[in-house]
């Protein structure tokens, strides 16, 4: 036979202990915009108060340390201003000191005297590829102009092969053929 189970109350007493210790406990981090869904809300929204003291805001602690910051900075200014009053003579005038020039007292060098950067060296054009291609034209036309110049003084061409043998020779002399007519 199982052991009998203790009661509910019993069961069910120590986390009714957590729930109401959790309840009572202190918030020390509280959420400006209460109500408002936020999957992660802003730290600048979110007020750390240690042991319930005064609540600031991010913001207002921001503006507290710029205004500490920019407090040493204009009393040194005018300390600053002080000296230079003690220092200034009393006969003497408002004029600034004069003004160095920087740099070497001798002037500065001839640019000619300078070594310059070497000039690029001009590179040829390609060599162009008009002439071989003209070479190839004339190779593959001259075999039949000299097939159609037997035939022609042999009588053998109509008038339209005579029109085809001026206009290849035509041809031959356009690509430079120095054998053409």
């Known amino acids: 036979m199982p052991p009998p189970l203790p009661p509910l109350a019993t069961r069910l007493a120590p986390l009714l202990l957590l729930l109401a210790a959790g309840a009572c406990a202190p918030s020390d981090l509280r959420d400006d915009t209460p109500g408002r869904a936020q ?5 600048y929204n979110q007020t750390v108060i240690p042991g319930g003291g005064e609540r600031r805001t991010w913001s207002q602690i921001q503006a507290e340390q710029s205004r500490a910051d920019s407090k040493p900075a204009t009393a040194a ?3 600053q201003a002080d000296e230079r009053q003690m220092r200034r003579d009393p006969d003497s005038t408002d004029q ?3 003004k160095r020039r920087r ?3 001798s002037s500065p060098p001839d640019p000619a005297a300078l070594p310059q950067p070497p000039r690029p060296i001009p590179v040829p054009p390609p060599p162009s590829s008009q002439s071989a291609t003209d070479a190839f034209k004339r190779d593959l036309i001259r075999p039949e102009v000299d097939r159609m110049r037997t035939d022609d003084a042999m009588g053998r061409l109509d008038p339209l092969g005579q029109r085809d043998l001026m206009r290849r020779e035509n041809d031959l002399r356009q690509f430079g053929d120095p054998l053409a007519r």
Not at 39 to 43: E, G, N
């Open 77 to 79: 200014q005018s300390r």
């Open 96 to 98: 600034p000191p004069p």
């Open 103 to 105: 740099g070497s007292s």
């Open 39 to 43: 999957a992660f809300p802003p730290v």
